[in-house]
C-alpha cells in the first residue's frame, strides 16, 4: 500500500481514481502580490477554481495533481480551501518553477540546502502548515539548462530519493529540455519510471517523444486546450499514435488550466484560447480519441492507472 498525501490528508494511491495530472488552482506573480495586493480579489480567484473543479467532479475526476509551487505563487491554504469546498482530492507539489534563475538565497547556498527544504514540504508540511506536498516540480523551457536551473533537478532528484514522492517537469520539447531534465536526474539517481516529463505534447515530432519514452519516463500530454504549441487536432493525433504503439501505459492527459492566471491583462487567456477549461479533455477530447480507435482499457490507462503507477513507482 503506498499513502500519497493530499491537501486534505493521506489517501492510498489505490483510491485515487480518474486523475488531472496537471491543472492549477491559481497561478499568481508571487512578487507582484506581495507588493501590490490590491490588485487581486481572492473571493473571485476561489470562486472561480471552485466552478471549474465542480465541473471536473461531476465528469467523473476524484483526483487532481496541482503543480504550483514556488514563483508560480503557491498558496497551499488556498489549495486546501478549493479541495474541502469541492470535497477534491488535491496533490500539492514542492519545488521551484524557473526558467532560468533563482534568488540569490538559493543561488549562494548549496544543493543539499534547497533539497532539504523540499523534504520539508513533504514530511513536515508546506508555508508553516501541516499540509504535505505529494511530489516534486522542477522546469526548464527554451533557455536550457541554466546553472540555477539544474540546481533545482538536482535538489528536487535528491529530495526525491529521500521522500520516495515522483517528480513533474515543465519541459521544452522544441529545445529537447526533457531530455537533458532526464540526463541531470538520472545522474542524481533517480529511476525514471519515477518522472513524468511534462509538456511533451507541445510536440509532434515523434522522433523526440519516443526518446523520452525509451528513457523509462511517463510523457504529460498535459496542455490540451492551448494551441500556441500544437494545435489540438496535431496533440490528438500524436496521442493515438502512441497508443497504437503500446504507450497508452507511460501517458498522462490533462489541460495545464489555471483558474485564474495573473500573467495576462483578465480575459486574455480566455480570448486567446477559448477551449481552454479543466474539463476539456474529458468533455471533448476523450470522445475524439475514442471516435478514432483509441479503447476505454487505454483511456482508463492514462487517465486511472498511471497515476497510481507514478507514485508507487510500478
Known sequence: ???????????????????LIHEHMR?????????FPHLYDEEKEFALAVVQVERVKGLGVS????????????????????????????????????????PPHFQNRDIDYMADLFVRDIEVGVQNTSIKAGFL????????????????????????????????????????TGLMQLDILQEEGVNPNRVLIGHTGDTNNMDYILKVLDRGAYIGMDRYGLTNECKTEDRNDTVIELVKQGYANRMFLSQDYCCSLDWFPEGAAGFMFPKWTMSFVLEEVI?????????????????????????EGN
Open 1 to 19: 500500500m503506498t499513502m500519497i498525501n493530499t491537501v486534505s490528508g493521506k489517501v492510498d494511491a489505490a483510491s485515487l481514481g480518474c486523475t
Open 27 to 35: 497561478v499568481r506573480s508571487e512578487s507582484v502580490v506581495a507588493q
Open 63 to 102: 483526483t487532481i495533481c496541482d503543480p504550483t509551487v514556488m514563483e508560480l505563487g503557491r498558496d497551499i491554504r488556498f489549495i486546501e480551501r478549493v479541495a474541502r469546498e469541492t470535497d477534491m482530492q488535491i496533490i500539492a507539489a514542492t519545488g521551484i518553477y524557473s526558467y532560468h534563475y533563482i
Open 137 to 176: 516540480k522542477c522546469a526548464a523551457d527554451a533557455q536550457g539548462i541554466t546553472p540555477d536551473v539544474e540546481k533545482v533537478i538536482r535538489a528536487a532528484a535528491r529530495a526525491h530519493l529521500k521522500t520516495g514522492v515522483p517528480i513533474m517537469t515543465h519541459s521544452h520539447p522544441a529545445s529537447g
Open 287 to 311: 470522445p475524439d480519441l475514442k471516435k478514432n480507435g483509441v479503447s476505454d482499457e487505454d483511456i482508463n490507462r492514462m487517465m486511472f492507472d498511471n497515476v497510481r503507477r507514478w507514485f
